[in-house]
């Protein structure tokens, strides 16, 4: 949770509009990825910091940038000079606790979100950030680090199947968005597993360790929370937004994106449903246990203490106990505590503790 | 809960307008109901995949043509162009955990929900999406699985009783959504029964158990809650769709569906209530037992662990305990230990402890 | 709470329009009363369903038309036939568990609200649903059971006091409506009282039987809540209701009446905040309580059982045990005994256990 | 809490524009206070019911009309008459519980809310409803019992300092309402004090006591909350009302004042916050009281039951126990009691509750 | 929480509009900063209230006046009357306790909002009222206390660096705000540091002091969100103002520091979230804890209670006890007692108890 504060620290102090990455600066140098293609060919170039002046729109083609990493911020300025951007949306590129939003520049779009994953098939949840911009002619996108979940983009390009290489640059805008939205069914469906598997433990041992558990999933559904409802909003503004760079025929298309992006809130909102069930199914579970401890405890002390109590008085030491003397004393005593112990087992019966 | 994520899951990373079927993949072949009726005559037919060329609207007759299973996407794919369906509504109708919706197509009408039943009698809830075409002079519904809560609407076709063979398409469209409506009346009847039943059952006896039939129904609820309220904004925006397809008349039916959906949320807002409370007087009925158990365990060693402690003193073996020889030591010992004994008890009358 | 969906499932499988009434049976033949008033004179006649010719409106006169009881479908469809009322809105007023709500028809109002009373004076709060049909010159009110609580309006009628008799038939419809928001709340009173004598008890005395009407009281204020709020819109909506039927005057009066339903709707909240706040009240005397019980418990244990021990050690069969043959051991042991007792209270004392 | 529910009642069965007084009826005889003033003289002249002729408009000076007790029905029905204030007006004035709004008449202005005050700097906390009336040159208030919050305003109009008496009676109203909607932070601080003090109670001694007055303060807080959500909208659509009696400048004064009412509710609903924070901490010490009890019972009778079972087991009369006999028996044993209690300590010790 | 209530009280009794400083009043004099700067020279000059008449604006420059102090009024009144400011205006200026808004004056706006920091480095967070007019030519600031939060802005103003030189009032008076705003973050970095610690210190060692730190935090946080809701209508306000003084590039930056608001209310919120999490934690805790306490008596307790009475039996005084005279009575007893300790820990190794 404390992710984006800290980020943000970093550029307290700075007058507005100065361009500081707020990210971490483990991604040595920035590379880039260059598509260009139309329905008939594509061709795929990977540039360097220093190949910015090939970096151009081509006539009647789609060209993507993908740019990795935002630790050069003289190349992100200078990127920002050769497509006119705004600096205050540069800033927002390099900011990386932003939140999600969509922006309309002069001649360009701007949209920034997370993108979601859990790399490698692994279980680690990794958040990023990549912002987007929409301009005549091209697409530019920039990644915090190398590694995405753009593959299957990348697949659709290069192999000519689908749509999307007949289509123009608002589709392959609207693609990249669609499929980061798309990651985020994975990750919920990788809580839902996650929340099911818990909620199975807690009726089966109710252990402390599993609340650790739960407050993950919490802060990570709570922080998912926090990027999805601006989310919405920035795709339905994009919805409405009138531009002759999106065709009619894409809107249809972000109108879908805006379907699941609502569908994805209900998931999410139905998994913080399910966690807070978990958690008092939890609390609960805490007090069953509790009250059976509590039972076997009253239930053994309510039998036994009367029992010793009695035991205790033909041990005392006076010299005139008559009961001592009879020969049948001692087993008439322990009939008796016979019938005591099995008198008190039918009372609890009755109370239904037993 | 997770049924939504899993079904979801097989389409991340497919092109969007792609058709696939995320259901499960148990019907074999797609069966096909074709009525064909007016006023005066009613024809129905089963048709399958390969009577494509006969699923055609009839002049001045309605035609509503039903669509069981989704499993063979090339014959849905057929059916898109026939009908001149957008391959995103396409999608839409193979994508088998689709928020509720009402889209608007060029010439037809896209409606998508969610049917909810209890089929056989039985008490499994089950549920389905059902997606429904209004065209002109046609009607589709496509179905996941054969069997449907239509019947009512099959006998009315057949027997000419009723308003159903005297109006057009608009009306069986209505008729078909207000079936659907009403089935989740019964089920919110079934789980209305099923919590009282816990109500009593929590009054008289709280076992840990209960806790699993509530989370059950709270669970089925919850996935209700998410079906109904996007159901009412889908209601809502057809019963202000101005079109051509769409008399005035059967508007007041569409205006009273919406009633019966406002009616639906409040009767389960109602049991989402009353779930609440059961489970708040569960909690109390174990903290209830829980003193109670705690009352008897302090009574009883409240009582006894004095007496015996005064037992103990004369069971000790010192030399020179004048008590020990006197005669009436024993008798007037337990005398007082009477005293003591009867002493507690009044103490506990007067704390309402007993 | 679960009336609401008992009543309704008759109805499920029935094509819409259809006439069928949903409530119970018990009363054998409708009733109708009819007034006939203005200003100079008035005439109260009874009818039964063959009397329906007689039914009609009067020139220059106000005609309120009173039906009790709705077994008789075939009478209501007659009397829908007879002032062109929908068959949807027909369907309404048999339909006895309908939302509240008011609907605009060609040339009549139709209001339907729940009527709530204490009928006899005594604590059984009873729920009726009444429609109100306003139409040129008559009222017609449809009622399930004879009984009501238009007495009032009765003798406002019959006394010619007021300004009743010399409005028309718009006032009329309000004074209906505003008559029975009043005895909304006088019922809110009761449960007022009977919360407060709720919270008393759980102060003197917290058993758990108290629960059981806590949670009488909230399913009553929870049904009341959903008769509520529909109530507020409708009433919104007829006072922003355009209409000849209803003159400028008479819209001062139901602005009144829509800040009665306000008033209710606070006062019905503020019950339900106090109820949620006997409740904590409640569960915090439990914790007390046990919390004072443990505290006994932990007292006498932890005096005794010390105590009980040194007894034990003493009451031990050593053959060498020095302590037991001096002439003082016993005494000194008992003075000894006693420091500790002492010591424990006033250690008690200090951690204000006592 | 009961308050509003049962002044109501007395109005229930009454044709409404009925006039009835429904607060209490302590008051008897009706005192009004009549202000003169323009900028350079002005008069105060106290009359009774029987003035009512006096009361009257004077050209170009700004009249104040305050009248305490509302139990002559007679006298406000003539007011009513002589200033042409609408009946359901009157019924409002009348009617003690009503929930704070604003209304426009024809040639007048009403506002209704409820005066708070401490009266007599004591911790009473009293509310009183009290009516304006602006007409043209005059403001009339009523008031339920002699005793208010204005002396401020007397002395300002007395005095000629400030503005109020170079302003007309758009400023007076203003003014009136300005001074009551003041007091309410007096008595939030007063709330505010009491929190606190409560605040500290409840770390140091959380008794069962304070609960109680817990309660109290959320009841006035509640009812607070009751008048001040009604009055922010009545000040907002004063503030929003165009008429010719509330000049532009006096505009600016009530935009002020809708300022105070928001800054009142932020106060009220922080002091709620507060509330629901102190009964927190307050189940949260009960619950850590319990922890300590039951540590101290867990850590004596761990220790000392073990330790009374060894002593048992020496007490018992078996002929052959050879330990009995050795010498150095006792001692040994002694000794090996001191190593497991002193282990039992350590033990505790490690487990941190000791 | 009571700061706000606190300060108000002075003001209640006061005409509207009488200025009255509410704040403390330790600042024994005014002290006033005077930058004036174009791109090409910048001056700063420190005044004190007599230098009145030299606090002007410069053509071609822009001006910043920066008011430390609030405690003479006199003076506030002659800055009021100088620079024609409503003295509505002035007395929020003066009212420490105002809650965060914008109006627009005739030829000026007005901004009041809440400086936080935690000053010297230290962990105080402390809170003071700042006040910003923005006049053609010039920005007044009014500040209570001397030491702020804008030494990064007069860096920018001397350094020339950046773009403050070159720009004109609004994007000073634009800068000031950025500044107030970006040291939430910083604030809320420190809270969550803190809640971090927290969280830690309550899954290690949950002692009931921690609560006392999470009020503080909680406390601190609504205060917050007292201050940060109204700030973010009053920047929204500001952003769709339209004013000759506020040019459109301007305008993008008060977008950008509107966005900065919604994401200081999301971590606000995310934080609050994080604090009701860690109390939820620190009940299961303490839930947990107790269990653990109660399963170790319980163990002990079910252990020797039985064992005990069976020493007790032997320990009886009958004459005719025949096991006392066996010789091997006492072994085979102690092997029967072995086999039930035995037993027992198996049967709570069972259980999962041990």
Redesign the interface.
């Known amino acids: 949770?404390?992710k984006?504060?800290?980020k943000?620290?970093k550029?307290?102090?700075?007058?507005?509009?100065?361009l500081l990455y707020t990210g971490d600066k483990t991604v040595e140098k920035i590379n880039i990825e260059y598509f260009v293609y139309d329905e008939k060919e594509c061709q795929v170039l990977n540039y360097n910091t220093s190949d910015i002046n090939k970096l151009n729109a081509v006539d009647n083609k789609v060209v993507w940038i993908n740019i990795f990493g935002l630790t050069d911020v003289g190349f992100i300025e200078k990127i920002g000079e050769k497509f006119k951007i705004?600096s205050?949306i540069l800033?927002d590129i390099l900011h990386t606790?932003?939140?999600p939003?969509m922006e309309e520049g002069e001649d360009y779009l701007f949209m920034v979100l997370k993108m979601i994953g859990a790399p490698n098939g692994g279980k680690r949840i990794e958040e990023e950030q990549v912002s987007l911009i929409l301009k005549e002619g091209l697409v530019i996108s920039f990644q915090e680090h190398i590694g995405d979940v753009f593959d299957?983009i990348r697949d659709?390009i290069l192999s000519s199947?689908?749509?999307?290489r007949k289509k123009g640059t608002d589709y392959l805008f609207?693609?990249l968005l669609?499929t980061m939205v798309?990651?985020y069914?994975?990750i919920?469906?990788e809580y839902?597993?996650r929340l099911?598997e818990l909620n199975t433990d807690v009726?089966e041992?109710p252990k402390?360790d599993l609340?650790?558990n739960l407050?993950k999933i919490?802060?990570g559904l709570?922080?998912m929370k926090?990027d999805l409802w601006?989310l919405r909003d920035a795709v339905g503004k994009l919805e409405k937004y009138e531009s002759a760079m999106i065709s009619n025929n894409t809107k249809?298309?972000i109108r879908?994106l805006y379907?699941h992006t609502?569908?994805i809130i209900?998931?999410m909102e139905?998994?913080r449903?399910?966690l807070g069930?978990i958690?008092?199914?939890?609390?609960?579970?805490?007090?069953?246990?509790?009250?059976e401890?509590?039972?076997?405890?009253?239930i053994?002390?309510?039998i036994?203490?009367?029992?010793?109590?009695i035991?205790?008085?033909?041990?005392?030491?006076?010299?005139?106990?008559p009961?001592?003397?009879?020969?049948m004393?001692?087993p008439i005593?322990?009939i008796f505590m016979v019938f005591i112990f099995v008198g008190l087992i039918a009372f609890f019966r009755k109370k239904?503790?037993l």
């Open positions: 949770m404390g984006g504060s800290k943000k620290i550029k307290v102090g700075v007058p507005p509009g100065t705004h205050l800033e606790s932003q939140r939003k299957i659709r199947k689908g749509k999307l609207y693609s669609d798309d990651n069914f994975l919920l469906e839902d597993n099911e009726l041992r402390p609340l650790d407050q919490r802060n709570n922080s926090r601006p249809l298309y879908d379907d609502l569908q209900d998931l139905g998994l449903d399910s069930n958690f008092e199914l939890y609390m609960t579970s805490i007090s069953n246990k509790m009250n401890i509590m039972k076997t405890l009253t053994i002390a309510t036994f203490i009367p029992l010793t109590f035991a205790g008085i033909y041990g005392m030491n006076f010299e005139y106990m009961e001592l003397k009879f020969k004393g001692y005593l322990i239904k503790w």
